[in-house]
């Protein structure tokens, strides 16, 4: 059996600096396939359209989760992201100060939010998420000079925006317009209830221009415990959203510039540089590919 029927199995949502946790939807899967006479061809479509009026349903209650609702559609919307498979695509992070690039070659269950990602440098060396389990296979610990756990769905919840907003725990507030880049912006800023994952102290705020309702930027903390002690973070970033890319129907960056955000609240000093390249989705993925394979370890969590 393809993993397009295994994507039924909801695991944990890792959203950038630790992970967040998704409703569990076993009851509902088991009811969709007795309403199908057990037909496993009809689950996913049945599901998706339970999934995209549930989140459209709760988005709509709220003005901010409207500003969220219209960007979905703008970027491509949900049905056709739960639609079009597993996500896989290059993305690699290149700090402008010399320290630690982070490139690799992932896909992603974007049902489930499970995650495998390989080195761009070493296609031996590997990490990856489960749902459950964090975990690594690589010769020795120069493979991933960084928390892999940490890191298995971060830039997944970069490039995913803004489909990945309408979970449990996901607390959406609508903060005034702004302009931005000649354009004004609708501005929601993102937090998460207390207990919800490693990191519920991160909050994100998205800019999305108001005439395309397209996202432009993302300023963003990270409070992940790994590195820093309860409370503390550093210092909010400012994430340029640069170019535009159509697959399969949905709208992706194909770059970001991460700044320091200035007292201003514009962005500052440039610190990072994200390519995005090799986006693209895919069905075509066999049963296990995202479990824990021979000889990896795991990771623990903060």
């Known amino acids: 059996m393809k993993i397009v029927f295994q994507f039924l199995v909801v695991g944990l949502l890792l959203f950038s600096s630790g992970c967040k946790e998704e409703p569990n939807s076993k009851e509902a899967i088991s009811e969709l396939q007795k309403d199908t006479a057990d037909n496993d061809a009809d689950v996913p479509s049945l599901w998706i359209s339970k999934r995209v009026e549930k989140a459209k349903n709760r988005l709509e ?5 409207k500003v969220v609702w219209n960007a979905t559609e703008a970027h491509g919307g949900l049905a056709k992201w739960y639609g079009n ?14 320290s630690t690039q982070r490139d690799s070659y992932q896909t992603i269950d974007t049902w489930s939010n499970r995650a495998r990602h390989t080195s761009a440098t070493d296609s031996t060396a590997q990490f990856g998420w489960t749902g459950e389990k964090a975990w690594v296979k690589a010769k020795d610990s120069t493979a991933f000079a960084y928390d892999t756990r940490f890191w298995a769905l971060t830039p997944y ?15 959406l507030e609508l903060l005034p317009q702004i302009t931005y880049k000649n354009k004004v912006q ?9 207990g919800t994952g490693d990191a519920p102290d991160d909050y994100y705020v998205l800019y999305f221009t108001e005439d395309t309702h397209r996202l432009s930027a993302i300023r963003y903390i990270v409070s992940y415990p790994g590195y820093f002690e309860k409370g503390e973070h550093l210092p ?6 640069i170019g535009e890319k159509r697959v399969d129907g949905i709208v992706f960056p194909t770059d970001y510039k991460t700044h320091w955000l200035t007292e201003d609240q514009k962005p ?8 995005v390249s090799d986006v693209n989705f895919t069905k075509d993925i066999e049963e296990g590919f995202f479990d824990v394979p021979e000889g990896a370890e795991i990771v623990d969590g903060p």
């Open 61 to 65: 209650k709220s003005e901010a989760g």
């Open 85 to 98: 498979g597993a996500l896989a695509f290059r993305f690699d992070y290149q700090p402008l100060d010399g």
């Open 157 to 171: 919840y970069f490039l995913a925006q803004p489909f990945v907003l309408d979970g449990e725990g996901v607390n």
């Open 186 to 194: 609708d501005v929601v800023k993102v937090t998460f209830d207390s």
């Open 236 to 241: 909010e970033k400012f994430m340029e959203v």
């Open 268 to 275: 500052g000093e440039y610190i990072t540089k994200i390519e």
